[in-house]
């Protein structure tokens, strides 16, 4: 081996210079990426644009300021997608606004325009902003409710043609039309008539019994689209937003309004969102999504059945319809309808601030109309029939259902589903419990045998734990047993069922008996000879907020399907005063009850609520840091009670406090829920879920 191989240094002893060059190397070429994406040409008029990005952290809640670079000067408009670079990575945003200068030196230029498509209007944008603040979240969570992603082939795709205009005397025919419709209720025409003048009155509608209301909502936007202004009706569900798309097509004709369903399908759903961004179509109609739509020159604003709870978002912040619908219509200056058959509290609310007016049938129509009576609810009844009171269907109810039949189909509501959805001894009338796991039993088909809910083992050989009996009763039977029984008592007339499992959206006119559960009850041609309403007890046993508005708003929604001279049985508790109102068919007066009530608690509306829930030790340290001016209570925490019956994993228990504030009060409560969910986010301490005015507590 010669001297010159003995000096020449070891392999290893170059891999640390190799290193240095490498990363010296990487470090220079992303400071030269760096310089040209900050020396980028910038667009010689508002170079700043102001971009929204998609980022759900609320401390990071604020349009952000870039570049526009000359190239994209025409297409990165307020209201396009774009892709920015945001804490090391490409994220999507929304440009909001173009400026002529920012307070920043040095700016990041936009990456790209995804689309020049604008599908946030600045209107939208603006109420994704009240909205985000009204109930303390994120307005990237707001955006995603208001803007359906991106169906690239959809957008490139030849725009649909625009309807034919309308003519003056297009808008007085209609405008006689919706009077003529609408002269039942009390108010209804003069509205109209505003309508017709480009006015912006709001309303809280309540509707009659044996009334065609999609119709009615029909008329309505007719009227506004006549005077060439847009309209949005939002609906609970898909069977309602079926009835409202056929009252707005055989009304304003084919191709004057799109229904955004959401079970349409991505392209679908945003080829009917571009073609209301680009004013091709003013009338929408759909489910709570569709109080986002981009309509231009928003006319009127409708929510049907605000008291239902499908209209509450259940994805943060969480947002009811009717609360976004009277923030877009105050800030737009368009009219409001609130309507339904009956009233919730926070509708009777909009009535006592001024902010609308009320709307409903004339007592002595309300009195041609339906006939509403609660078996064994006087002595003669009683006289007739003594067990009227205890029986699960007494003999008015049985009568109800024969005199119906003769002329058409009768409704019978029962609130459960299924066969026997609870078991209890024959004789001490103690609960079925299972062996296993201690979970109710239920039988799920008359040939079946007695079943655990939770666990699903069956208990063919059960037996009382407390007095040995082995005989089985049910004290609540779903809607299958009580179409047995019905099938029974009424041979050789058809028994039908609508339930979860199978909804009926509509029966002929031909004599049947139509056995459903709340919310599943079809619409019957012509409507039905009579509805039954049985085990009313059942509704009202529920420990919630709104048990007595619930059941109300459930038991006029199915009285009204009724033909008009229609009759209405009910069996239950006649001292009950949800039954009450519905005899009466007194749904303010009703209303105005709660809201006593509730004031004389400090409840809602009397009082703005939040809850916060998480981790017990995230919760404390939330309630910690939250800062609202007093007087403020904090209620809890407590333990959130989880599913009978789930397994129990390994995550901590979650806890729920509530703060509560006088309702004067609301907006400084979502400000300090808002700073504080900031600071938390901000120094990456644990998330909690935060929802102001819950539906339920």
């Not at 999609?214 to 569900?237: F, K, M, N, Q, T």
């Not at 200056?333 to 609308?356: F, K, M, N």
Request: charged share 25%; proline share 9%; net charge neutral.
């Amino acid at each position: 081996m010669t001297a010159d191989a003995h000096e020449q240094p070891e392999q290893g002893s170059l891999l640390p210079e190799l290193r240095e060059t490498v990363r010296e190397a990487r470090t220079a070429t992303q400071r030269a990426a760096a310089k040209r994406r900050t020396e980028v040409e910038p667009s010689e008029v508002d170079p700043v644009a102001q971009v929204l990005v998609d980022v759900p952290l609320a401390h990071l809640d604020r349009p952000f300021d870039y570049l526009v670079p000359a190239g994209m000067a025409e297409t990165a408009q307020p209201g396009v997608r774009v892709k920015v670079r945001f804490a090391g990575q490409d994220v999507d945003g929304f440009v909001v606004a173009r400026r002529a200068e920012s307070e920043h030196p040095r700016l990041l230029p936009l990456r790209r325009v995804v689309s020049p498509e604008r599908v946030l209007l600045p209107e939208v944008a603006a109420l994704t902003a009240a909205v985000a603040e009204r109930y303390a979240g994120a307005r990237a969570d707001v955006l995603r409710l208001a803007v359906p992603p991106r169906h690239a082939t959809t957008e490139k795709a030849p725009p649909g043609a625009v309807p034919p205009a309308l003519t003056s005397a297009d808008g007085e025919r209609r405008l006689a039309a919706a009077t003529a419709a609408w002269g039942d209720h009390e108010h209804g025409a003069v509205f109209c008539e505003h309508l017709a003048r480009g006015g912006s009155p709001r309303a809280v509608w309540t509707a009659g019994p044996a009334v065609d209301w999609p119709a009615l909502v029909a008329h309505a936007a007719a009227v506004v689209e006549a005077s060439g202004r847009g309209v949005i009706v939002c609906v609970p569900d898909g069977r309602d937003l079926d009835r409202v798309d056929a009252a707005l097509t055989a009304l304003l004709g084919e191709g004057r309004h799109v229904a955004l369903r959401a079970d349409a399908g991505p392209a679908a759903r945003y080829r009917d969102f571009l073609a209301v961004s680009r004013g091709q179509r003013r009338v929408v109609v759909g489910t709570r999504a569709a109080i986002w739509a981009p309509v231009h020159d928003l006319g009127l604003v409708v929510v049907w059945d605000d008291g239902d709870d499908l209209h509450a978002e259940p994805r943060a912040p969480y947002p009811h319809v009717r609360e976004v619908a009277a923030l877009r219509a105050e800030r737009a200056g368009a009219a409001a309808l609130i309507g339904a058959h009956a009233c919730s509290v926070e509708a009777l609310g909009l009535l006592r601030s001024g902010w609308a007016r009320p709307i409903a049938m004339t007592r002595s129509t309300l009195r041609e109309r339906v006939r509403v009576s609660i078996a064994g609810a006087t002595d003669r009844e009683l006289e007739r029939d003594p067990f009227a009171r205890s029986v699960r269907v007494p003999t008015a109810a049985r009568d109800l259902v024969r005199r119906g039949v003769a002329s058409g189909p009768v409704l019978v509501q029962t609130p459960r589903s299924g066969y026997a959805a609870g078991l209890a001894c024959e004789r001490c009338r103690t609960p079925a419990r299972c062996a296993a796991c201690t979970g109710p039993l239920h039988q799920s088909s008359p040939t079946s045998p007695p079943s655990c809910r939770w666990c699903g083992t069956p208990e063919p050989r059960w037996a009382c734990g407390v007095c040995g009996h082995r005989g089985l009763r049910a004290p609540a039977v779903g809607q299958e047993r009580t179409a047995e029984e019905l099938g029974r008592a009424f041979p050789g007339v058809t028994v039908r069922t609508s339930a979860a499992d199978h909804v009926l959206a509509e029966v002929d006119g031909s004599p049947a008996i139509v056995v459903a559960t709340p919310g599943a009850e079809p619409v019957a041609e012509g409507g039905y000879a009579g509805v039954l309403l049985l085990d009313t007890w059942l509704a009202l046993a529920r420990v919630d907020l709104r048990t007595g508005e619930e059941a109300l708003r459930r038991w006029l929604n199915v009285a009204a399907l009724v033909r008009p001279g229609g009759e209405v049985v009910v069996v239950g508790d006649a001292a009950q005063p949800a039954l009450q109102a519905l005899v009466r068919w007194d749904p303010l007066g009703f209303a105005e009850r709660e809201a006593a009530e509730r004031a004389a608690a400090h409840l809602p509306p009397a009082a703005r609520l939040a809850t916060v829930t998480g981790e017990e030790a995230a919760v404390a340290a939330y309630l910690e840091h939250l800062a609202v001016p007093p007087p403020v209570e904090v209620l809890g925490p407590v333990p959130v009670p989880g599913r009978p019956g789930a397994p129990v994993g390994d995550d901590p228990p979650e806890v729920r406090a509530v703060v509560r504030v006088p309702a004067r009060d609301g907006a400084a409560l979502a400000a300090g829920l808002g700073a504080a969910s900031r600071e938390r986010s901000a120094r990456k301490l644990d998330a909690v879920r935060v929802q102001v005015d819950p539906p339920s507590l």
